[in-house]
């Protein structure tokens, strides 16, 4: 119940696409969903996130999907660039425990010029 | 200081020797969180503070694994008698509070030889 499930593993995608990737989860007390990019050698960031109340949340060219009732939820990234090469995580957590993240296990995202 | 800072940021050991990697939070935050990450896999939860409390150290591998933070600060993830399994990257990160986002430091890449 405590898994995550993250797909796919890998993704190439070519400048100027679109680049989706997929999570699922099984805990339904899990409210809190962020996204996060890694690049090579450094911590993990927060790039966006969204609690269950809303469907999609958008930032820029990010989006988050969020189906409550199938319990999945996925990452948009438009107009895909090369700077945007990294490995991303979705996680999940509990209210009051923001920080205690269940891990997705990554994607890496190659996008070529 | 700006953001989560870890050291060492590399540490090998030869097996059996215990090793200690440190934490210092964003000042002010009152949550801090230790996580591994083995090579191409995702975060594994290890512990959490929330001040100088762990009220959830149910991520700890084995009685090898021991954390402690003092000051509402700094926090320190000991590992005894080193195995050549604990070779991972430790990643630390801190919150504001229990219900806000997290913030991750850079990592110390243990290796275990």
């Known amino acids: 119940q405590q898994q995550v499930k993250q797909s796919p593993q890998s993704l190439i995608v070519q400048k100027g696409g679109i680049s989706i990737i997929n999570c699922a989860y099984e805990?339904?007390?899990?409210?809190?969903f962020p996204w996060y990019q890694q690049f090579p050698g450094k911590g993990p960031a927060l790039l966006i996130a969204?609690?269950?109340?809303?469907s999609e949340k958008k930032e820029g060219r990010f989006t988050i999907s969020f189906n409550k009732s199938a319990k999945q939820f996925s990452l948009h990234i438009m107009d895909s660039q090369p700077g945007d090469s990294a490995t991303y995580f979705c996680?999940?957590?509990?209210?009051?425990?923001?920080?205690?993240?269940?891990f997705g296990q990554g994607t890496e995202l190659s996008v070529k010029p | 200081g700006a953001g989560v800072s870890q050291s060492p940021s590399n540490k090998v050991t030869e097996k059996g020797k215990d090793v200690e990697l440190r934490c210092d939070p964003i000042?002010?935050?009152?949550?801090l969180y230790w996580y591994r990450q083995r090579l191409g896999q995702g975060l594994e939860f290890l512990i959490y503070?929330?001040?100088?409390?762990?009220?959830?150290k149910s991520g700890l591998p084995s009685d090898r694994f021991s954390a402690e933070r003092t000051g509402e600060s700094v926090s320190t993830l000991t590992i005894q008698r080193t195995q050549q399994e604990d070779s991972a990257v430790y990643l630390c990160a801190s919150s504001r509070d229990l219900n806000t986002e997290a913030f991750f430091g850079q990592g110390t890449r243990l290796t275990v030889v």
């Open positions: 996680a999940a957590s509990r209210h009051g425990l923001g920080g205690k993240l269940i």
């Open positions: 503070f929330q001040g100088n409390s762990a009220p959830d």
């Open positions: 969204i609690r269950p109340d809303v």
């Open positions: 805990n339904t007390a899990f409210d809190y």
């Open positions: 000042s002010g935050h009152t949550a």
